[in-house]
């Protein structure tokens, strides 16, 4: 016998008992279906969690102040970083990107009758958009002549736009934060609500020179941090290497003493939050994954049930030249046959099920959404383990199917 003599021998079998076989099947469609629904929202949450650092900027690590310490004694938190360590950053760190300041701020904006308090208010430099990787929409960015005089302009996100001018043109209006007038001279591009539900476009961005001088009145050269981009994720670890070398030489650390500064990868923390949201995803599947095994056990157990009652057909077969490699091959297709037909069923109605589910997600959520993800090789791996179960579950039956005496078959009622 061919393999596609086998094959419909197979179909044929099967067909006998339509009931029989779609109660096994439904066995290995929920098995495959849950793993399938564990596995594709598991990579959503993945999926959600990089997206969310893509948003936060192109390879970003930040700088923090840290605590000074003297004579060993820790002196609290001071702010130690300075616009010029961010300029030396940009100048003397090869792997770098780009840097800019940052000196936070906050307030309410006045244009008109309309007022609004934004969420986050920065003073910044040009390199800014460079390492959030954020477009602007309509008009231009504030430039270096601009931070270095302190002029009294601004980039507003949309949420603030729309709050304050609902349709008007705001390029070139004029806005007053703390009764000081700024002209607006852009409008960022929409980035959406991060994962936590925040508004990312509620922001003003200004010269920190700006900031510091205009809103702060100080003449101090400190900032609150230091955002850097890598020029690349492979070169995240040596651009935070040529930063700590470099901060520790500015600011004069002694060896053995703690920095007072802070430098945090968001691709570390991207990646540990990557590897907890794979290891729920895995024990998630894992647990589903039981009940594949229950479904090949139903398999087993339906195989055995078939070879006793066909025991008089396969002693037929045998009288009429058919060797035991035949039998066992012609079981092992049925057995295979039941639990592929089961693994792509299964498969469809798990990537319907994390479908319902992420979208009944996104439903009751107000921040970013999640997003569906059906995964190709999630489908290929669903074939191959069902048709893997049907191997092993089925081998058993076949071989005992294939050791039959022809006689005592014949002879069997």
Same mark, same amino acid.
């Given at each position: %016998?061919?393999?596609?003599?086998?094959?419909?021998?197979?179909?044929?079998?099967?067909?006998?008992?339509?009931?029989?076989?779609?109660?096994?099947?439904?066995?290995?469609? !929920?098995?495959?279906?849950?793993?399938?629904? %564990?596995?594709?929202?598991?990579?959503?949450?993945?999926?959600?969690?990089?997206?969310?650092?893509?948003?936060?900027?192109?390879?970003?690590?930040?700088?923090?102040?840290?605590?000074?310490?003297?004579?060993?004694?820790?002196?609290?938190?001071?702010?130690?970083?300075?616009?010029?360590?961010?300029?030396?950053?940009?100048?003397?760190? @090869?792997?770098?990107?780009?840097?800019?300041?940052?000196?936070?701020?906050?307030?309410?904006?006045?244009?008109?009758?309309?007022?609004?308090?934004?969420?986050?208010?920065?003073?910044?430099? @040009?390199?800014?958009?460079?390492?959030?990787?954020?477009?602007?929409?309509?008009?231009?960015?504030?430039?270096?002549?601009?931070?270095?005089?302190?002029?009294?302009?601004?980039?507003?996100?949309?949420?603030?736009?729309?709050?304050?001018?609902?349709?008007?043109?705001?390029?070139?209006?004029?806005?007053?934060?703390?009764? !000081?007038?700024?002209?607006?001279?852009?409008?960022?591009?929409?980035?959406?609500?991060?994962?936590?539900?925040?508004?990312?476009?509620?922001?003003?961005?200004?010269?920190?020179?700006?900031?510091?001088?205009?809103?702060?009145?100080?003449?101090?050269?400190?900032?609150?941090?230091?955002?850097?981009?890598?020029?690349?994720?492979?070169?995240?670890?040596?651009?935070?290497?040529? &930063?700590?070398?470099?901060?520790?030489?500015?600011?004069?650390?002694?060896?053995?003493?703690? @920095?007072?500064?802070?430098?945090?990868?968001?691709?570390? !923390?991207?990646?540990?939050?990557?590897?907890?949201?794979?290891?729920?995803?895995?024990?998630?599947?894992?647990?589903?994954?039981? #009940?594949?095994?229950?479904?090949?056990?139903?398999?087993?157990?339906?195989?055995?049930?078939?070879?006793?009652?066909?025991?008089?057909?396969?002693?037929?077969? %045998?009288?009429?030249?058919?060797?035991?490699?035949?039998?066992?091959?012609?079981?092992?297709?049925?057995?295979?046959?039941?639990?592929?037909?089961?693994?792509?069923?299964?498969?469809?109605?798990?990537? #319907?099920?994390?479908?319902?589910?992420?979208?009944?997600?996104?439903?009751?959520?107000?921040?970013?959404?999640? @997003?569906?993800?059906?995964?190709?090789?999630?489908?290929?791996?669903?074939?191959?383990?069902?048709?893997?179960?049907?191997?092993?579950?089925?081998?058993?039956?076949?071989?005992?199917?294939?050791?039959?005496?022809? &006689?005592?078959?014949?002879?069997?009622?």
């Amino acid at each position: %016998m061919n393999l596609l003599l086998t094959f419909r021998v197979a179909v044929r079998a099967l067909a006998k008992n339509k009931m029989r076989a779609g109660l096994t099947v439904l066995g290995v469609v !929920i098995g495959i279906a849950a793993v399938t629904t %564990m596995v594709s929202i598991g990579q959503s949450a993945s999926g959600l969690v990089q997206g969310q650092f893509e948003l936060l900027g192109t390879n970003v690590i930040l700088v923090f102040p840290g605590s000074q310490h003297r004579g060993g004694v820790q002196q609290g938190l001071s702010m130690t970083l300075t616009a010029e360590d961010s300029d030396a950053i940009n100048e003397e760190c @090869p792997s770098v990107l780009a840097a800019s300041p940052l000196v936070g701020a906050g307030g309410q904006i006045i244009y008109g009758n309309s007022n609004w308090s934004p969420k986050e208010m920065h003073g910044v430099d @040009p390199n800014y958009l460079t390492v959030r990787n954020w477009q602007l929409k309509h008009g231009g960015f504030f430039t270096d002549r601009d931070v270095s005089s302190a002029s009294k302009v601004c980039v507003l996100g949309r949420t603030v736009v729309k709050r304050l001018f609902q349709t008007a043109n705001p390029l070139g209006e004029t806005i007053r934060i703390r009764n !000081i007038p700024f002209v607006v001279v852009g409008v960022l591009a929409e980035k959406g609500a991060n994962m936590v539900g925040d508004d990312q476009d509620d922001i003003v961005l200004l010269p920190f020179t700006t900031v510091r001088k205009r809103l702060y009145g100080s003449n101090f050269k400190d900032v609150h941090a230091i955002f850097v981009s890598a020029r690349s994720v492979k070169l995240m670890s040596a651009a935070e290497s040529e &930063i700590n070398q470099l901060l520790y030489e500015r600011h004069r650390i002694p060896p053995g003493e703690p @920095p007072d500064f802070n430098v945090q990868n968001t691709t570390e !923390i991207a990646n540990v939050l990557g590897v907890i949201t794979g290891t729920l995803t895995m024990m998630l599947a894992s647990i589903a994954g039981i #009940s594949l095994l229950v479904g090949g056990v139903g398999i087993m157990n339906i195989m055995l049930v078939s070879v006793t009652e066909r025991t008089r057909e396969i002693g037929i077969r %045998m009288a009429v030249g058919a060797r035991g490699r035949d039998i066992l091959r012609q079981f092992l297709v049925e057995a295979v046959l039941l639990s592929c037909i089961g693994g792509v069923i299964g498969f469809g109605l798990g990537v #319907s099920a994390s479908a319902g589910v992420t979208t009944l997600i996104n439903s009751f959520t107000s921040g970013t959404k999640w @997003p569906i993800i059906v995964s190709f090789e999630a489908a290929v791996v669903a074939i191959l383990f069902s048709a893997s179960v049907g191997i092993f579950f089925g081998y058993y039956p076949a071989r005992q199917a294939s050791r039959l005496d022809p &006689i005592d078959a014949l002879r069997y009622e």
